[in-house]
């Protein structure tokens, strides 16, 4: 079974541009995580996906962080403009009610704002 | 509100010794309790899991029991690997299913 899928890998912009990461998860999760992680730090959650309902984006600086999970599948979290701060991982995760909600997560977009 | 409390690191240790590394954990309710491992360059991978009181996850050698008095949920090998080497994190999840992670626990074992 193919694993939550990431991409791009890497991402170097200059501050005030904008970026844009995909997920794909686990084929048949109807839950999918969005998380941050700073260097040296635990991953902390910016929005969760029930289908295409987001049910906690409390934590998602709605001023510059949008995302989107049209279909129920795929996923794209979008920075604009990005700043010097935002610079760190952004982890994609899912999980299903019949796997016990564990969830499983994706390698990881590494963002560097110059 | 919930919160998850590791040992900081790094941690190093000779191939074949002893590992433990602390996790207490504050939370309402009944959470589930996870271990999670991050070796260079990759993702997460969930290590091991327990969702209820005196329950033990286990997986590759490693150990962990969901404690309830204590609040505790400690990650113990008998015998690490140099390939052990990784970053550890100990999480919990309440009743919305949102993961809160301690810091993380830098694992560094030497030949």
């Known amino acids: 079974e193919a694993g939550v899928v990431q991409s791009p890998r890497y991402k170097i912009i200059e501050k005030k541009q904008p970026v844009a990461f995909w997920c794909n998860p686990i084929s048949g999760h109807n839950t999918l995580y969005w998380y941050l992680q700073n260097l040296g730090q635990g991953p902390e959650l910016l929005i969760r996906y029930e289908n295409e309902e987001a049910v906690d984006d409390s934590q998602l600086p709605k001023d510059r962080f949008s995302a989107e999970r049209l279909k129920g599948v795929d996923s794209t979290l979008k920075i604009q403009p990005a700043e010097l701060g935002d610079s760190a991982v952004y982890l994609c995760?899912?999980?299903?009610?019949?796997?016990?909600?564990?969830?499983?997560f994706g390698p990881g977009t590494r963002l560097l704002v110059l | 509100g919930n919160s998850v409390t590791q040992m900081e690191g790094p941690v190093t240790l000779s191939e074949e010794a002893f590992l433990t590394i602390n996790c207490t954990y504050t939370a309402t309710g009944y959470p589930s309790l996870f271990w999670y491992v991050q070796y260079p360059g990759e993702g997460l991978q969930l290590l091991l899991k327990a969702t209820k009181a005196d329950d033990k996850g286990s997986n590759k050698g490693f150990e962990a029991t969901y404690r309830k008095e204590t609040t505790s949920f400690h990650l113990e090998k008998g015998s690490v690997q140099v390939s052990d080497s990784a970053v550890y994190f100990c999480a919990l999840s309440g009743a919305t299913n949102k993961l809160i992670f301690g810091t993380g626990t830098l694992l560094a074992v030497q030949p």
């Open positions: 995760a899912s999980s299903s009610r019949e796997g016990g909600e564990t969830q499983y």
